[in-house]
């Protein structure tokens, strides 16, 4: 049996891709140490304040307020998107206009609002209209303390967008699914559940996993309003010290670290919702082939 005529499979080469990656390896490189070996950088200041505890407990604090935010944030997107799907013309209206005010005024603004919120309403009560039932009363100031309004005011903003990321996730469901699970006899909130949302995580993941570091980094803004995040803490101690470089170094260090961390579960999470589907660039992605002789 002649062989010479089979055709072998090759994998495609790409040099040019590791010359390019190898580039910029060494320019990042480069940068790294031109930043590390200034004279003008008190190295001792970093290593000093990179475990201080006023550094350990603001990062706590930014993490705790991304995720309690974030958790906030997906349910209210969640209802928003919902909302702005209905048929219901007055529910479309009413999330259509919550995203677009959130949307169009800046997140510091939002902020500044809350955490001054104290100033309109001076007293706050919360409880039945036109009855002496009463709920809720104080002092604004008492009841809506400043890592409050920063939470209250970080989550709006947040459902606005993620709003618009699963409201696409649950248009990106084939319709006719909605219909044979409506043909079964399934209520529309049950169909939603457990039959829209779980297709729809596929593409609502990956965008609400860069919200997700969005928000770590946006908590750096509640400092406005004096909340005890990381980005404050730094900035109280180089206030003392005049050390502002060297305890940027320190803030902008924790902050890789955990919007690195964080990319962890978003990636397992997408592997688990996006079983079944190959994605190009990631391991199940078909090679690129040459076709030659032996």
Known sequence: MDLSDDVVAVPLRHPWRWISGGIATALLLSFIWAVFSATSIQHDIVTKFLFDPRILIGMGVTVVVTVVCMFIATVLATLLAVMKLSDNPLQRWLATGFIEFFRGTPLLLQIVFWGYLGIIFPHLVLGVPYTDIVFLSGKTSDLIPAIVAGIIALSLNE?????????????????????????????????????????????????????????????????????????????????????????????????????????????????????????????????AFKVGKR
């Open 159 to 287: 459902a606005a967008y993620s709003a618009e990321i699963v409201r696409a996730g649950i248009l990106a469901v084939d319709g006719g699914q909605v219909e044979a699970a409506k043909s079964l006899g399934m209520s529309s909130s049950y169909t939603m559940r457990r039959i829209v949302l779980p297709q729809a995580m596929r593409v609502i993941i990956p965008p609400m996993g860069n919200e997700f570091i969005g928000m770590l980094k946006n908590t750096s803004l509640l400092q406005v309003i004096a909340v005890a995040e990381l980005y404050t803490a730094s900035s109280t101690i180089s206030a003392a010290n005049l050390a502002q470089i060297e305890l940027l170094m320190v803030s902008g260090f924790w902050y890789l670290i955990m919007t690195t961390v964080l990319g962890v579960p978003q990636r397992a999470l997408e592997r688990r919702y996006g079983r079944g589907f190959e994605v190009v660039g990631g391991r199940s992605a078909p090679r």
